[in-house]
């Protein structure tokens, strides 16, 4: 069955070092998103892709990056981690064109002391 | 610009007991709306959607909700909900000119009390 997995499901990392939050869909969508949930926020889109080589800005994407370079995955660095980065890191994916809604991974529980 | 509130926060209901859960959405085009559930510890899973057609449309584990164009919302409905149901609710649009960008809702956790 095609899914969308993200790892580590549990990550603590210090002050300044650089984080990479893995996500990896087999449904062969060519969108792919991160968002990140806190509370009394809700979901914000940190980085979106339509397809390879294409990434864009959400609103909440100072300090974070990602890149992609095939279908399947779509990685979230973290460049200098901070502690306002402390969140839980929700990928999920969605056909092209097509409005059946979104696939969401497991999440990832980010902790930066 | 789209927007979604959801009117409530928090929603505590008995077992057995019905519940809605309210959403109302702001967009100067025509919307996709879905509710998503986020069981504790877990993803968002679609619970239900409305692409076009009858506004009521019915989803998994017994929901419902209505689509209501006049009023521009999606509220989300169970006659009997059980323990089981407890989560955090989220509602969802996608609007038309913007085919693949979703904006949720604040979420609602729905409580259950044996």
Redesign the interface.
């Known amino acids: 069955d095609a899914e969308i997995t993200q790892s580590p499901r549990h990550k603590i990392t210090e002050t300044g070092r650089q984080v990479t939050l893995a996500c990896h869909q087999t449904w062969n969508h060519n969108n792919m998103f991160w968002y990140r949930q806190d509370l009394g926020h809700g979901l914000r889109l940190i980085h979106y892709s339509y397809g390879v080589q294409d990434t864009n800005k959400g609103e909440v994407s100072d300090g974070y990056s990602v890149s992609r370079s095939n279908t399947e995955d779509l990685p979230l660095t973290l460049e200098s981690a901070a502690s306002s980065q402390t969140s839980v890191y929700f990928c999920a994916s969605s056909e092209a064109g097509v409005n059946y809604g979104y696939t969401f991974g497991s999440g990832t529980r980010l902790t930066v002391v | 610009a789209q927007s979604v509130t959801q009117l409530d926060s928090q929603v505590p209901v008995f077992e057995e007991a019905p519940v809605e859960l309210r959403c109302n959405y702001s967009s100067s085009v025509s919307v ?1 709306l ?1 509710w ?1 559930v986020q069981y504790p ?6 619970l239900l ?1 409305y ?1 076009s057609g009858s506004t009521l449309v019915k989803g998994i584990n017994g929901f419902e909700a209505e689509f209501n164009k006049s009023q521009t919302s999606f509220h989300l409905r169970k006659p009997s909900v059980h323990i089981s149901d407890t989560a955090e609710y ?1 509602c ?1 649009v ?1 609007p038309y000119s913007s ?4 904006i ?4 609602t956790r729905l409580s259950i009390r044996p």
């Open positions: 996709y879905f998503y510890n877990q993803g968002l899973q679609l959607k692409l989220f969802a996608i085919a693949s960008k979703i949720f809702g604040s979420g």
